[in-house]
Structures are given as structure tokens and as C-alpha cells.
């Protein structure tokens, strides 16, 4: 596993939260045995978001395991957010140290069971904020979904894309409109769509949502969602247009139609803040906000389509991916959905 010391914290404006640089700091004494307890949006098998977050604590048990640490890992899945706060305290009840809810609909019920199992750690993802015991941490997705965009837009035959997403809350809607802010600055002129259907795993909603943008005229869909990615799947395959897939390498689910997969490397960021929770080494009060320049979110391109790519769009996408990395172009946290429409691009690039 990398060192978090290295990962570069990105703040988003408007939303209440807290850059980071995590510390050496010295680790509290950690007991031979603890227990941890994963509570994800949806399955841990999904192929997408759950299962990447689950990823991420088998790592977080093996890096542990090289310590003399053992890390029991259970898990619950296909929660509301009042059962994920029943299973979190009833977890925390049972003395289990971390318990993580890797669902952004799942704020209130870290914070409210972090109130009363001061005890017990809580790790809470895309949340606005860490407090006491509990910590948030955030996948920065607007970098690698600018990319996407840039490389739907040079893809796009029509002048149009769209973004399917799940729900209008930070992380999501800084995706699509990190996409669609993407697709602007591959072509200005492109006209972006964006939907929100409320859902992680409806796929019958996911599909129709896909297909109103196709109708549209757009030819190239982005996919914000857990398993309802599989709706736009198949509404892009069946229209002959393109999708590009987010959160984990998706091209074997639908590989005549996903065109790429915007990766977040949730593994590593979920596997680095649990081992930082069971050694003691999480700062007070510290969101934990990772983009590409640490490592979180990566290009994945589809074996069976990439011949479809010219090179010289490639080697576009390779030096705008750099650029990120550097800090020579900034994506910023786009919280409202439509406001990539009026971001004026000359601001993406540092002075």
C-alpha cells in the first residue's frame, strides 16, 4: 500500500470542509486482534463502488496482518440510512474498533452513532466534515471525470454528451459536472446533459435516464451510479453510442459499448484510512480528500474499443492527465448541477 503522507488533499470550495496533510504521527498501542465492520450503498460483489470499498478493507487486513495485526473484517450491505445507523451501533455495541459506512447517504448515521460509541472509530465517505471519532474521507472523482469528458468529447460524432448519476450530492455532482466541465474544454461548443435519478442501483431508471440523453443527441454517456450502471449499459449498447464507466474497470460487464472506466482507486483510499484507524494515526478533525494527484483516479481504457481512439487523441488525454497531476490544471469541486456551463476554462489553469 502507498503511504497517505505523500497523498495531496484537495478542499472543496463551499462545502464546509477541511484540507489535509497527513502526518507521521506516532501510532497509538494497537491490540493483536481487532475487529472492523464494512456498511456499503449497495453489494459487495456489485462490480462497482460497494465492492471497490470492500477491496479496500481485505487490503487493509492484509497490510495489517504484515504488523502482527489480525483485522477481523464483517460487513452488511443494501442499507437505508436508518438501518446502516441501527448495523453501525450494533456493531460498535459488539466493541468493534472501525467501523466504515461507504455510502454518502450515510452521513447523519456515522455522526449520530459516533455520539454515543466515543469508543469506536467511524469512517464516513464524501461526508463534510470529521468530527471527535468520526472522519471523512472523499475520492477527489472531478479530476478523472474531467478526463472522461475530454475523451468522450474528442470521441463524440454528435457535439453532445451526458452523465448519468445517482444522487445530487457532493462527490456525484462533482463527477458529472467535473465530466461535463471535461467535454468543455475538449470542445466549447458541446452541449452536456446530466441526470439524476435518485438511485444507486435502479437500473430500469438508469436505462431511461440514458436513453432520454441519447434521444438528445448525445452519443457518448457518462456513468455516475453503483449497479445501475448496468441500465445505461445497455441503453448505449443498444443505440450503437458509447459509455464510459466510473468507480472500477467495468469493461467486461458491457465491452461493445464502454468505451473506458474512470477509476477511483477506492482500494487504496478506503485500505489507507482503515489502517490508519486501527493504528491510531488519524488527525483530529481532518477530512481526508485524495485526487489523481494522490493517486486516486486513473484511466482504464477497454481493450476491445481503444483501437477505436485516434493516437493523437490518446496522447492528449496522456498530457491533460499529467497536467493534473502536476497541479499545472485545477478541476474544481462544482457542487451545482449545471455550473460547469458557465465555468469560465481560462480558470482551470494554474498561473
Known amino acids: 500500500m502507498k503511504s497517505l503522507e505523500k497523498l495531496i488533499p484537495l478542499v472543496a470550495a463551499g462545502v464546509g470542509m477541511a484540507g489535509v496533510v497527513l502526518s507521521g504521527a506516532g501510532s497509538a498501542a494497537v491490540a493483536a486482534e481487532v475487529k472492523s465492520a464494512y456498511i456499503p450503498c449497495g453489494q459487495v460483489n456489485d462490480g462497482s463502488w460497494s465492492q471497490a470499498g470492500y477491496e479496500g478493507m481485505k487490503a487493509a487486513k492484509q497490510a495489517l496482518a504484515k504488523d502482527g495485526i489480525e483485522l477481523t473484517v464483517d460487513y452488511t450491505e443494501n442499507l437505508t440510512p436508518a438501518k446502516a445507523e441501527a448495523a453501525a451501533r450494533d456493531y460498535a455495541t459488539r466493541g468493534y474498533q472501525t467501523i466504515v459506512l461507504h455510502c454518502g447517504t450515510f452521513a447523519d448515521a456515522a455522526y449520530n452513532a459516533g455520539k454515543d460509541f466515543p469508543k469506536s472509530n467511524f469512517l464516513i465517505v464524501v461526508a463534510p466534515k470529521s468530527v471527535d471519532n468520526v472522519w471523512s474521507y472523499i475520492p477527489a472523482m472531478q479530476d478523472i471525470s474531467f478526463v472522461s469528458g475530454f475523451l468522450a468529447a474528442k470521441m463524440s460524432k454528435t457535439?453532445?454528451?451526458?452523465?448519468?448519476?445517482?444522487?445530487?450530492?457532493?462527490?456525484?455532482?462533482?463527477?458529472?459536472?467535473?465530466?461535463?466541465?471535461?467535454a468543455r474544454y475538449a470542445n466549447p461548443k458541446i452541449k452536456t446533459y446530466s441526470t439524476y435519478i435518485n438511485s444507486f442501483d435502479d437500473v430500469g431508471k438508469a436505462k431511461e435516464a440514458a436513453q432520454a440523453e441519447l434521444d438528445s443527441g448525445a452519443d457518448v454517456i457518462y456513468s455516475a451510479t453503483d449497479q445501475a450502471s448496468r441500465g445505461i449499459f445497455a441503453a448505449t449498447e443498444a443505440a450503437g453510442a458509447l459509455a464510459v464507466a466510473s468507480y472500477s474497470d467495468q469493461a467486461s460487464l458491457a465491452p461493445k459499448t464502454v468505451l473506458a472506466s474512470a477509476l477511483a482507486n477506492i482500494p487504496l483510499l478506503v485500505g489507507n484510512v482503515v489502517q490508519m484507524s486501527v493504528k491510531g494515526s488519524l488527525e483530529k478533525s481532518k477530512v481526508y480528500a485524495i485526487g489523481m494527484a494522490g493517486g486516486?483516479?486513473?484511466l482504464a481504457m477497454n481493450p476491445e474499443m481503444q483501437q477505436k481512439v485516434p493516437a493523437d487523441v490518446m496522447k492528449e488525454v496522456a498530457k491533460l492527465t499529467d497536467d493534473i497531476k502536476a497541479g499545472r490544471l485545477k478541476v474544481p469541486a462544482l457542487s451545482e448541477p449545471g455550473k460547469s456551463e458557465q465555468f469560465d476554462l481560462k480558470n482551470l489553469t494554474s498561473k
Not at 457535439?159 to 471535461?182: C, I, K, M, P, Y
Open 296 to 298: 486516486i483516479g486513473a
Open 159 to 182: 457535439a453532445a454528451v451526458g452523465v448519468v448519476a445517482s444522487f445530487n450530492f457532493s462527490n456525484v455532482t462533482w463527477q458529472a459536472e467535473g465530466f461535463r466541465l471535461g
